[in-house]
C-alpha cells in the first residue's frame, strides 16, 4: 500500500450517510444511481458493488487499479461474489491497453514482469466475473485495445452509460422516429410508449415517465395536422403521468376547445386552475362563457 493512501471505505461510508442524504434533501433526484470510477477510482466502484452494493444502481470501473496493495480486493472477489446476489445491479468494466507493444491479451495473461501487473489483475477481475455462479448482476466489459491508461476515460465513460442506460431510447432498435411513423395508429402509439415506460419503469426501479415537454409538444403538433386522434393521444398520455400538472389540464382543455367540445374544454381549464391559476386559462374561461 501506498503512503498517505487508502480511505476508500471512509469516503463510501460519507457517500451513503452524508452526501446522498444532503443531495436527495436539497434537490429534485431519482432512486437510480451511477457511481463512475477510474484507475483507483475503478478500484473503489468494484469494492463499493461488491461490499455496498445498495449505494448505487450501476457501477463503472474504468481500468480499476485491482493490483493496489498486493492485489488485496482481487483476491476477495470469488468469496464476495458467491454470497451476493445482485439483482437490478450493472456494472461496466473498461479494461484499457496497459501492455508491452508485442503483447497481445493472450499472451499478457502468462506475463509475470511488474508492468503488465495492472492489466493482468483487470483480466483477472473479468475472468472471475465470467466464471462466477449466477449472481444476477448484469455487466460487460470493453477491451479499449488503442486507448491507454488515460487516453480511455472519456469513451470508455461513454460507453458505459450507453451500456447502463441501453433501454431509455425510445423508440428502442427503430431507426424512425415511431412518434410520426404513419403505419402506427394512435391504439399502437398509446401501447408502445406505456409498454416502453413501464418495462424501463421495471429495469430502474422506480417510475419512469415520458417527457411531459415532448409529450405536450407531440400533441399540439397533430392537433395542427388535423389528426385527432393521436393528438388525444398524447394529451391523455400527459395527464395519465402528470396528474399533478396544470399544463397536462390546460392542454387537453385545448384539445377539446379545438374539437368545439365547449362542456370538456370548461372542466378541464377549471381543473387546470385548481392547480394553477394563470390569467391565460382565466381568460380562456371568460372567452368560452362568453
Same mark, same amino acid.
Given at each position: 500500500?501506498?503512503?498517505?493512501?487508502g480511505?476508500?471505505?471512509?469516503?463510501?461510508?460519507?457517500?451513503?450517510?452524508?452526501?446522498?442524504?444532503?443531495?436527495?434533501?436539497?434537490?429534485?433526484?431519482?432512486?437510480?444511481?451511477?457511481?463512475?470510477?477510474?484507475?483507483?477510482?475503478?478500484l473503489?466502484?468494484?469494492?463499493?458493488?461488491?461490499?455496498?452494493?445498495?449505494?448505487?444502481?450501476?457501477?463503472?470501473?474504468?481500468?480499476?487499479?485491482?493490483?493496489?496493495?498486493?492485489?488485496?480486493?482481487l483476491?476477495?472477489?470469488?468469496?464476495? $461474489?458467491?454470497? !451476493?446476489? &445482485?439483482?437490478?445491479?450493472? +456494472? %461496466?468494466?473498461g479494461?484499457a491497453?496497459?501492455?508491452?507493444? *508485442?503483447?497481445?491479451?493472450?499472451?499478457?495473461?502468462?506475463?509475470?514482469?511488474?508492468?503488465?501487473?495492472?492489466?493482468?489483475?483487470?483480466?483477472?477481475?473479468?475472468?472471475?466475473?465470467?466464471?462466477?455462479?449466477?449472481?444476477?448482476?448484469?455487466?460487460?466489459?470493453?477491451?479499449?485495445?488503442?486507448?491507454?491508461?488515460?487516453?480511455?476515460?472519456?469513451?470508455?465513460?461513454?460507453?458505459?452509460?450507453?451500456?447502463?442506460?441501453?433501454?431509455?431510447?425510445?423508440?428502442?432498435?427503430?431507426?424512425?422516429?415511431?412518434?410520426?411513423?404513419?403505419?402506427?395508429?394512435?391504439?399502437?402509439?398509446?401501447?408502445?410508449?406505456?409498454?416502453?415506460?413501464n418495462?424501463?419503469?421495471?429495469?430502474m426501479?422506480?417510475?419512469?415517465?415520458?417527457?411531459?415537454?415532448?409529450?405536450?409538444?407531440?400533441?399540439?403538433?397533430? $392537433?395542427?395536422? !388535423?389528426? &385527432?386522434?393521436?393528438?388525444? +393521444? %398524447?394529451?391523455?398520455?400527459?395527464?395519465?403521468?402528470?396528474? *399533478?400538472?396544470?399544463?397536462?389540464?390546460?392542454?387537453?382543455?385545448?384539445?377539446?376547445?379545438?374539437?368545439?367540445?365547449?362542456?370538456?374544454?370548461k372542466?378541464?381549464?377549471?381543473?387546470?386552475?385548481?392547480?394553477?391559476?394563470t390569467?391565460?386559462?382565466?381568460?380562456?374561461?371568460?372567452?368560452?362563457?362568453?
Amino acid at each position: 500500500m501506498l503512503a498517505g493512501s487508502g480511505g476508500g471505505e471512509a469516503f463510501t461510508s460519507f457517500l451513503e450517510k452524508d452526501l446522498i442524504p444532503y443531495v436527495d434533501a436539497h434537490y429534485a433526484t431519482a432512486p437510480h444511481r451511477t457511481l463512475v470510477g477510474h484507475s483507483l477510482g475503478g478500484l473503489m466502484a468494484i469494492n463499493t458493488l461488491l461490499k455496498h452494493s445498495s449505494v448505487f444502481s450501476a457501477y463503472a470501473a474504468l481500468d480499476p487499479s485491482m493490483s493496489y496493495d498486493r492485489e488485496k480486493l482481487l483476491k476477495q472477489v470469488n468469496v464476495l $461474489l458467491s454470497a !451476493k446476489r &445482485l439483482s437490478g445491479k450493472t +456494472l %461496466f468494466l473498461g479494461i484499457a491497453n496497459t501492455m508491452n507493444p *508485442e503483447m497481445d491479451t493472450v499472451q499478457v495473461k502468462s506475463d509475470t514482469s511488474g508492468i503488465t501487473n495492472h492489466i493482468r489483475s483487470i483480466f483477472k477481475l473479468k475472468d472471475f466475473l465470467t466464471s462466477a455462479p449466477d449472481t444476477h448482476l448484469r455487466w460487460t466489459y470493453k477491451y479499449y485495445a488503442d486507448d491507454d491508461h488515460a487516453s480511455m476515460v472519456l469513451i470508455a465513460t461513454y460507453d458505459a452509460l450507453r451500456f447502463i442506460f441501453k433501454h431509455n431510447r425510445f423508440p428502442r432498435n427503430q431507426p424512425q422516429n415511431q412518434y410520426l411513423d404513419k403505419a402506427y395508429s394512435a391504439a399502437q402509439l398509446n401501447e408502445l410508449i406505456i409498454n416502453h415506460y413501464n418495462e424501463l419503469s421495471s429495469e430502474m426501479g422506480y417510475q419512469v415517465r415520458p417527457p411531459e415537454a415532448l409529450m405536450n409538444q407531440m400533441g399540439y403538433m397533430f $392537433l395542427q395536422q !388535423k389528426n &385527432l386522434d393521436k393528438a388525444a +393521444l %398524447f394529451f391523455k398520455l400527459n395527464l395519465r403521468y402528470y396528474a *399533478e400538472s396544470f399544463n397536462a389540464y390546460d392542454s387537453m382543455g385545448d384539445y377539446y376547445l379545438a374539437t368545439n367540445n365547449k362542456d370538456l374544454a370548461k372542466k378541464y381549464f377549471e381543473s387546470a386552475l385548481k392547480l394553477k391559476s394563470t390569467a391565460e386559462i382565466r381568460n380562456k374561461l371568460i372567452q368560452l362563457k362568453k
